[in-house]
């Protein structure tokens, strides 16, 4: 893989891509442009970030995450079998356009997917839950409660007072 830098002149130091160092291979491109190869390695996580929604669940799987992992803590029932999982037993019913959750409201529109056993079967599927409504309950898995769906604070929204 090559680092793209601009080149400098015969009388400057070079700006050595931090990753690189002097003594990497450096090949020089017309119009003052340069290409470091920088060195190989199996451990790639000093360069790149950590992917997001690494299962690859789509929005209404993720909003929907994000609500059950709300009513697991609220609820506060782990689950026996499994360290860091939780029961989810009841789930919230909407009144109007919204619905509480602890101190904080949900527009209905965010948890259609409570409702859609496509949802619930895809989630099942990734492993971050086991059962369903209609089997008296739900695990919300270890890995389910930590996984980080990034919409917590948009969909969940509390007052300030």
């Known amino acids: 893989m090559g680092v793209l830098c601009p080149g400098r ?48 669940l789509n929005a209404l799987q993720l909003k929907t995450l994000t609500l059950l992992q709300e009513v697991a803590r609220l609820e506060n029932r782990p689950a026996e079998g499994e360290e860091g999982a939780f029961l989810v037993t009841r789930l919230p019913h909407a009144h109007g356009n919204h619905f509480h959750l602890g101190d904080a409201v949900v527009s209905s529109a965010d948890a259609t997917g409570l409702s859609n056993p496509a949802v619930w079967k895809a989630l099942e599927r990734k492993g971050v839950i086991a059962g369903s409504p209609q089997s008296g309950g739900v695990r919300l898995t270890a890995a389910g409660m930590g996984y980080d769906t990034g919409l917590r604070d948009s969909i969940l929204h509390r007052s300030d007072h």
Do not use: C, F
Not at 12 to 41: C, F, M, V
């Open 9 to 56: 002149s015969a009388n400057a130091s070079p700006q050595w891509p931090a990753a690189a160092g002097p003594h990497a291979p450096r090949l020089d491109l017309r119009g003052g442009l340069s290409i470091y190869w920088l060195p190989e390695t199996t451990d790639r996580s000093d360069v790149m970030a950590p992917k997001k929604n690494p299962l690859g």
